[in-house]
C-alpha cells in the first residue's frame, strides 16, 4: 500500500520535480553533450527548438503553492494511469459525503443479494436493482458493506453489552421522625413564662404595681397613730398613800404617785416616765423608794426631785384631775416643771382630803 504524502513531501518532491523539469528545459539533451563538446553551443541554441515538444510552462517554474500542488497532482494521476493496462483501474477517492454515499450504495446494493436469487448469485448492479423497482438498501447495511468491501475493521456487533454498573450503595435507614407530640396548654404556659418577652412583660407589670401603690400612699398623710393624750386610771381610791403604780407605765408612760412628802399635802399626780438628761425610761426601786434611770445613773426621789446623776432637774408631772364620774383623768398634753413653779398648778395634782 502507497505511503499517503504529508503536503510537505508533496511540495518538495514537485518542487524537486519542477526543477529537474527547468533544468532538462534549460541544458541542452546529453546525446549532444556526449556527441561533441564543441558543438554544445550549437546544441544549446538548438535546444529551444526541441522545447516545443514539453507542455510550456510559461517559464517552467510554479510560481504558487496552487500550482505546485495542481502539477503534483497531475503528475500522479498520470503515474497512476500509466500502468493501468493490465491492472484493474485504482479506486477514486471519494471527496465529498455525496460520492461515499454513492459508492457505499453502490456497493451495498452489490453485496445485498436480490430476492429469489441464491446465496452464490451474484449482486445486480445499481441501476439495475432500481430499474428493477427492487427496495433500496438502509444507510446501515451500505455502511456495513462499505467497512466490510474496504478491508477496514471487522463489524462491530449489532448490540453493544451494556456496561454492568457497580450495584449501588445502600441508603443507611433513617429512623422514622417521631410525630410532633401535642402541645399541651401547660407547656405553652411554660414556653411562655421561660421566655425573656415573658420576663420584660414580668418586669414591667411588677414596677407598675409598685408604682401605683407608692402613688396611693403618697395620697395619705403620716399620721403617727398614738393612744388618746387624755385617758382615765381609775379612782383615787385605787392608789394607797406612799405608793408608786407602775399600772401605765408601759401603756401610757406615767407613774401615779400617792404621797404627803411635796409640802406636806396628801396629793395624787402623774409623773412622766421620761429621765430629764437623755429621754432614758427610769424604773421605780421600792426597796429604795427611789426612781432610777439604768442610762446614767441619774435617781430621783419619790416626790421625782432628782438627786444623782447627770439629770439636770426633777421629772416632769402631767396633768390630772378628777373627773365628773369620780374618776381620775390623766392628760398628757399638758406638762409641768417643777423648777418653774408650776407644780404649784391644782391642775397638776388631785389632793386626797
Ligand atoms: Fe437618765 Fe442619763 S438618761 S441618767
Same mark, same amino acid.
Request: charged share 25%; aromatic share 8%; net charge positive.
Given at each position: 500500500m502507497a505511503k499517503k504524502l504529508t503536503t510537505a513531501e508533496i511540495l518538495a518532491q514537485a518542487r524537486k520535480q519542477a526543477a529537474g523539469e527547468s533544468a532538462g528545459a534549460e541544458s541542452p539533451p546529453p546525446a549532444t553533450e556526449s556527441a561533441d563538446a564543441g558543438t554544445q553551443p550549437e546544441a544549446a541554441s538548438a535546444a529551444p527548438a526541441a522545447a516545443p515538444k514539453k507542455p510550456a510552462a !510559461?517559464?517552467? %517554474?510554479?510560481?504558487?503553492t496552487a500550482d505546485i500542488l495542481a502539477a503534483a497532482r497531475a503528475q500522479k494521476a498520470a503515474g497512476a494511469a500509466a500502468p493501468a493496462g493490465d491492472k484493474p483501474a485504482a479506486k477514486a477517492t471519494p471527496k465529498s459525503t455525496a460520492d461515499i454515499l454513492a459508492a457505499a450504495r453502490g456497493k451495498a446494493a452489490a453485496a445485498v443479494p436480490a430476492k429469489? @436469487? !441464491? %446465496?452464490g448469485a451474484k449482486p445486480a448492479a445499481t441501476g439495475a436493482a432500481v430499474a428493477s423497482g427492487e427496495p433500496l438498501p438502509s444507510v446501515e447495511e451500505m455502511m456495513k458493506a462499505v467497512r466490510g468491501g474496504s478491508g477496514g475493521p471487522a463489524a462491530e456487533p449489532a448490540v453493544k453489552p451494556k456496561p454492568t454498573l457497580p450495584p449501588l450503595p445502600k441508603k443507611p435507614v433513617v429512623a422514622a421522625k417521631k410525630a410532633p407530640e401535642a402541645v399541651s396548654r401547660r407547656g405553652v404556659v411554660m414556653s411562655l413564662i421561660g421566655t425573656p418577652f415573658a420576663a420584660a412583660w414580668t418586669f414591667l407589670t411588677a414596677t407598675t404595681a409598685t408604682a401605683t401603690l407608692a402613688m396611693a400612699r403618697f395620697m395619705f398623710p403620716n399620721v403617727l *397613730? @398614738? $393612744? $388618746?393624750?387624755r385617758f382615765k386610771v381609775g379612782p383615787p381610791g385605787d392608789y394607797p398613800l406612799g405608793t408608786v403604780s407602775n %399600772?401605765? %407605765?408601759?401603756?401610757? !408612760?406615767i407613774w401615779i404617785v400617792h404621797t404627803d412628802?411635796?409640802?406636806g399635802g396628801n396629793l395624787i399626780y402623774a409623773l412622766a416616765? *421620761?429621765?430629764?438628761?437623755?429621754g432614758c425610761t427610769p424604773n421605780w426601786l421600792d426597796g429604795e423608794q427611789k426612781f432610777k434611770c439604768p442610762c446614767h445613773g441619774s435617781g430621783f426621789y419619790i416626790t421625782g426631785i432628782n438627786f444623782e446623776g447627770p439629770a439636770p432637774r426633777p421629772l416632769e408631772r402631767v396633768g390630772l384631775r378628777v373627773a365628773p364620774d369620780g374618776m381620775l383623768e390623766v392628760d398628757k398634753s399638758v406638762k409641768f416643771q417643777e423648777e418653774m413653779g408650776q407644780?404649784?398648778? $391644782?391642775?397638776s395634782y388631785v389632793e386626797i382630803a
Open positions: !510559461g517559464g517552467a %517554474k510554479p510560481t504558487s429469489g @436469487e !441464491g %446465496k *397613730v @398614738e $393612744p $388618746p393624750t %399600772k401605765w %407605765k408601759s401603756s401610757r !408612760g412628802q411635796y409640802d416616765s *421620761v429621765c430629764t438628761h437623755l407644780w404649784a398648778d $391644782p391642775t
